[in-house]
Nanobody, 116 residues
Framework: EVQLVESGGGLVQPGGSLRLSCAASGFTFSSYAMSWYRQAPGKERELVAAITGAGGSTNYADSVKGRFTISRDNAKNTLYLQMNSLKPEDTAVYYC?????????WGQGTQVTVSS
């Protein structure tokens, strides 16, 4: 019943911006921390950013700190990732993730390609 659906990816030039969204359902969204991960071709999936259930605390990978902002709208059951100053190395499939009842849940991912 848990469902996570990412959207907002696309092709953008270096230095550009995108905002990713993750629509969540099937659980009490506000009670759980959420994360964004990404996976580039040939690489392991890596943590990009995380946010607590109420949105009061966030953490970022060093590679995106100062450029990306994770946020959530609990009234809309939606997680966001604002990505600014995008670099080619940000190219990856981006996933939102939930840890609930001892299991990890993942969305289907949304492709972000940063290229000129």
């Amino acid at each position: 019943e848990v469902q996570l659906v990412e959207s907002g990816g696309g092709l953008v030039q270096p230095g550009g911006s995108l905002r990713l969204s993750c629509a969540a359902s099937g659980f009490t969204f506000s009670s759980y921390a959420m994360s964004w991960y990404r996976q580039a071709p040939g690489k392991e999936r890596e943590l990009v950013a995380a946010i607590t259930g109420a949105g009061g605390s966030t953490n970022y990978a060093d590679s995106v700190k100062g450029r990306f902002t994770i946020s959530r709208d609990n009234a809309k059951n939606t997680l966001y990732l604002q990505m600014n100053s995008l670099k080619p190395e940000d190219t990856a499939v981006y996933y939102c993730r939930l840890l609930w009842a001892g299991l990890y849940y993942w969305g289907q991912g949304t492709q972000v390609t940063v290229s000129s």
